[in-house]
């Protein structure tokens, strides 16, 4: 019953709040640890889950040497599947209700500076379909911004016009401006590059990998390893903290990056006062 409810309740997350498989592989392994965890303590009936076994739960993680941010992503997970056996009758409350939460210090992301993203991308060759594909990728990532989930979903037919609409988390579309740089990377890959890799010709996907089939996310890393020594997500930080220099609102730089919570945006609000404070200590004489 218990192997049920779970089930269930991944599959509610995944159709109702469209997560992607990733995050609910993530939680189905958290909860599964969960309940092995109350298997060692007496039994996996959740009528046994209180306060007390929660709190031994989460020592049990810290003993475990898990970071913070681990063990607030794996009590998160508990306390949803809780609450949801709450609503749907299965438990009178949530016992984790009361739980205090793991705090987390605030982890800035790593912006790199305008100068090394533009060696970067001026540095890259021009040669092979691959290198015109890892151009044309990077120039794309660090013009839009997108996730690697949202790059990899790419079609040959999203740029015909200099705004490409993409599906973001939980299912919201919206329209990314993509600069000219980035626009002529990606026709020239599709020109000279995309033909020689397409050996079947029925794929429209934008990115395809040295056998013709579509670069997945873990392929569309490699690349950005092996061509920037960097992740993607450095690329999105990167663009994000370039915008809000350079004079973009909070507001529009959500709207670009497709954050709900407009609180997600602000972490980069941050690094930019990181960067206005060196540059005043640089700039000013009475600094």
Same mark, same amino acid.
């Given at each position: 019953m218990i192997d049920q409810d779970v089930g269930d309740y991944l599959g509610r997350l995944a159709s109702q709040r469209q997560l992607s498989p990733h995050t609910i592989a993530a939680y189905r392994g958290d909860? #599964?640890? #969960? *309940? !092995? #965890?109350?298997g060692?303590?007496?039994? $996996?009936?959740?009528?046994?889950?209180?306060?007390?076994?929660?709190?031994? &739960?989460?020592?049990?993680? $810290?003993?475990?040497? *898990?970071?913070?941010?681990?063990? /607030?992503?794996? %009590?998160? !997970? =508990?306390?949803?599947? *809780?609450?949801?056996? =709450?609503k749907r009758g299965h438990l009178p409350a949530n016992p984790?209700?009361?739980?205090?939460?793991?705090?987390?210090? $605030?982890?800035?992301?790593r912006a790199l500076p305008r100068r090394q993203v533009a060696s970067i991308l001026d540095g890259l060759p021009s040669t092979t379909?691959?290198?015109?594909?890892?151009? /044309?990728?990077?120039?794309v990532l660090y013009g839009t911004g997108l996730r =690697? %989930? $949202?790059?990899?979903? *790419?079609?040959?037919t999203d740029f015909a016009t200099d705004l490409i609409t993409v599906t973001g988390k939980g299912g919201k579309v919206r329209a990314v401006p993509i600069g000219r740089p980035a626009r002529d990377a990606v026709a020239a890959y599709v020109e000279r590059g995309r033909g020689q890799l397409a050996h079947s010709g029925r794929s429209d996907a934008l990115w395809l990998g040295v056998r013709g089939g579509k670069l997945d996310e873990r392929g569309i890393?490699?690349? =950005?390893? %092996?061509?920037?020594? +960097? #992740?993607?997500?450095?690329?999105?930080?990167? &663009?994000?903290?370039?915008?809000?220099?350079?004079?973009a609102d909070l507001r529009t730089v959500q709207e670009l990056l497709g954050h709900r919570d407009l609180?997600? +945006?602000?972490? &980069?609000? !941050?690094v930019s006062r990181q960067h206005l404070q060196s540059t005043y200590d640089l700039s000013h004489p009475r600094a």
């Open positions: 909860l #599964f640890q #969960f *309940l !092995a #965890f109350c060692d303590q007496g039994g $996996e009936d959740t009528a046994l889950v209180d306060r007390h076994l929660l709190r031994r &739960y989460l020592a049990h993680l $810290e003993e475990a040497g *898990l970071s913070r941010r681990s063990i /607030a992503r794996k %009590s998160s !997970a =508990v306390r949803g599947w *809780l609450e949801d056996l =709450v984790a209700a009361q739980l205090a939460r793991p705090r987390l210090g $605030e982890r800035l992301p379909p691959i290198d015109l594909r890892d151009r /044309a990728l990077l120039e =690697v %989930s $949202e790059l990899a979903q *790419l079609r040959t890393r490699r690349a =950005v390893r %092996s061509r920037a020594a +960097t #992740f993607p997500h450095a690329l999105r930080h990167s &663009y994000a903290t370039h915008l809000l220099e350079g004079g609180a997600t +945006t602000q972490i &980069y609000t !941050a």
